[in-house]
Nanobody
Framework: QVQLVESGGGLVQPVGSLRLSCAASGIIFSIEAMRWYRQAPGQQREFVATITRGGITNFADSVKGRFTISRDNAKNTVYLQMDSLKPEDTAVYYC??????????????WGQGTQVTVSS
């Protein structure tokens, strides 16, 4: 079984920073793309950022220049550094990863989410 566990959420003032982490555990052969999504109250889940195993990144327009995604392949962990936070960044942030448990299997896994609240 594979698990993704996020951490690092919390309450932060506008223009502040937070760093989210997401660690994968279990029987893992390799991890391909890793992503962050978020879901605000009453809204659909939306894409935030992605990073390939080789380190190629892509961001939603709403967070470009403010958020950075990185990963540590040795630790099966992805990070989301969030700077210059705005109240509209308030949401539950979810980690998603494409994980192979063998050469012939690849599934998409989700974490349980971590709350980020940006408020003064």
């Amino acid at each position: 079984q594979v698990q993704l566990v996020e951490s690092g959420g919390g309450l932060v003032q506008p223009v502040g920073s937070l760093r989210l982490s997401c660690a994968a555990s279990g029987i893992i052969f390799s991890i391909e793309a890793m992503r962050w999504y978020r879901q605000a109250p009453g809204q659909q889940r939306e894409f935030v950022a992605t990073i390939t195993r080789g380190g190629i990144t892509n961001f939603a327009d709403s967070v470009k220049g403010r958020f950075t995604i990185s990963r540590d392949n040795a630790k099966n962990t992805v990070y989301l550094q969030m700077d210059s936070l705005k109240p509209e960044d308030t949401a539950v942030y979810y980690c998603n990863a494409d994980i192979r448990q063998s050469l012939s299997s690849r599934l998409s896994y989700w974490g349980q989410g971590t709350q980020v609240t940006v408020s003064s």
